[in-house]
C-alpha cells in the first residue's frame, strides 16, 4: 500500500463512520502562542476540545503535516538515530468532540488496524494508562486482545499533553512489533526504548484542560483525539522497519545521494537531510523564514544541520534547495500548497545556504582543530561560542557533530559566553541611545546606532545611506 492509498483508506474509513474530513492546518499554529509547531491533530481543535468553539460535526478525521523541532514534543534530536523519528510527518487523526468516548474509539482502532489493512493481531501489542481501569477493561473484557501482548504503562508514556497547558488525558497506543531480529523490548519494559516494537497510534482520552500552575480543570465534555503516524503505519505496511524507507522518502533520498556523492542509501546524514527537506520546506510553504528568533531560528538551525550534512558527505556548494522538485512530486498532490509556493521555498532556501556557506567552511576548520587538541572528551563553551558568533553555528549544530564524535559540549560554559556578549549589548545599547544619527558619513550614510537582537546577542550597526 502507498502512502496515498493509506491516507485515503484512513479518511474514508472514519468518514464512513460519520466523521467530517478536514484538510491539514498550517504547521504554524494559529493565535497559539503557547505552541511552536503543529506537533498533532488535535491543534486545529483546541478551542473546540476546550469548548470555546463550537463547529457543525462532531465528529472529524484529518490527515495533519506536523512538526516536532522544539518546545515539549522535540525529536530533532532523534532524527538519524531512531527508525521511527522525524522532525515532519503526517498524522492521521479521528476525533470526537463530545460525541463518542473511549469504547469506540478503541473499537474503530482495532478495526481500521485488523479488518481494514488485514494486520495480524499476534504482531499488535496496547498500553494504557495503568489507572484507567476502564479503557484496560474495553481491550481485555470486550474485545478480547490477548493479555500476554497488553501492558500498563505510567504518565510518561500515557497521559498525553499538547503542551504545558492546554487539552490533555490518559491515552492508550498501539506498537506493532517488527520482529526478533530488531533490538528492544516490549513497551513498559526497561527496554522499550529499542526500535522492535514501534508505537503506531495513540488513542487520547482528552479530558481536562491543564492549567499554567498545573490545574487539570475537566473539560466541558470527554472527548477523543487520536494521532497515528502515516510513516510509521506506512513501513508497516510496506514491509519496512525504517521509515526513512518507505515510498515517500525513497526519492528524497535517491535525489540526496546523487547531490552529495554518497552512494549507500541508508547513510543517516542522507536521511537528516531528507527528513530536514520536509520540515525546512513546510515551515516556508505556512509563512516562516531563517532568522535569529522564534519558529525563524528554529527553520535557521535545521537548514543549517542540513547543510552541515551535506558538508559531511564532501559538498560545498549549495545543494539542499534543489530537493524541493522532488518533493514536491512526492507530497505535492497532497498538499497543494505546498506546489503553490514551490519557487518561495527554493529561493528563501538557496539564500540562507548562500550566507551559511561563507561562513561553514571556516567554522568547521576552527572545529576541527579544536576537537584535534582536545584533552578531554567535552568541547569547551568558549569554542562553540566562538563558532555560533563568528561562524553562525547554532549550538545544536555543533553539538551534533560533537556526538557524532562521541564527544560533548559545555553547555553552560556557551550559555556563560552568551551572557557575557548580553551584557556587552546592554552597554552598547547604551551608548547607541546617545550616538543615535549623530554620525554622517560624507552626508550619504548615517550611522543610526546599534541594534542589539535580543536572540542571539548579536550587535550589528545601523547605517542608512
Ligand atoms: P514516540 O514515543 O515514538 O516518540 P510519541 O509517544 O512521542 O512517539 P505521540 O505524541 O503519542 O508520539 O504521537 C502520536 C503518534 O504520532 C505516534 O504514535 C507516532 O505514530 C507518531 N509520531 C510521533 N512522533 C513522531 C515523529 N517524530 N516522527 C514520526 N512519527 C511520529
Ligand atoms: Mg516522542
Ligand atoms: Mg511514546
Ligand atoms: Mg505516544
Known sequence: MTSAEIRKAFLDFFVKQGHTAVHSSPVVPANDPTLLFTNAGMVQFKETFLGQETRDYTRATSVQRCIRAGGKHNDLENVGYTARHHTFFEMLGNFSFGDYFKREAIQYAWKFLTEELNLPEDKLWVTVFEEDKEAEDIWLKEMGIDATRFSRCGAKDNFWSMGDTGPCGPCSEIFYDHGE????????????????????????????DRSADGTLTPLPKPSVDTGMGLERLAAVMQKEHNNYDIDLFKAIVQKASELTGE??????????????????????????????EGRGYVLRRIIRRAIRHGYKLGQTQAFFHKLVPVLVEQMGDAYPELVKEQANVERALKLEEERFAETLENGMKILEEDIASLQSDVISGTTAFKLYDTYGFPLDLTADVA????????????????????????????????????????????????????ADGVIQAIFVG
Open 181 to 208: 531480529s530488531v533490538a528492544g523490548g516490549p513497551p513498559g519494559s526497561p527496554d522499550e526504548d529499542g526500535d522492535r516494537y514501534i508505537e503506531i497510534w495513540n488513542l487520547v482520552f482528552m479530558q481536562f
Open 263 to 292: 552512494k549507500n542509501l541508508t547513510n543517516s546524514s542522507l536521511r537528516v537531510i531528507a527528513d530536514h527537506i520536509r520540515s525546512c520546506s513546510f515551515m516556508i510553504v505556512d509563512g516562516v523564514l531563517p532568522s535569529n
Open 403 to 454: 556526538r557524532e564524535r562521541g564527544l560533548t559540549v559545555d553547555e553552560v560554559g556557551f550559555e556563560r559566553e552568551m551572557e557575557a556578549q548580553r551584557e556587552r549589548a546592554r552597554s552598547a545599547s547604551n551608548f547607541s541611545a546617545q550616538s543615535k544619527g549623530k554620525i554622517d558619513f560624507n552626508g550619504q550614510t548615517k550611522f543610526l546606532g546599534y541594534h542589539k537582537d535580543d
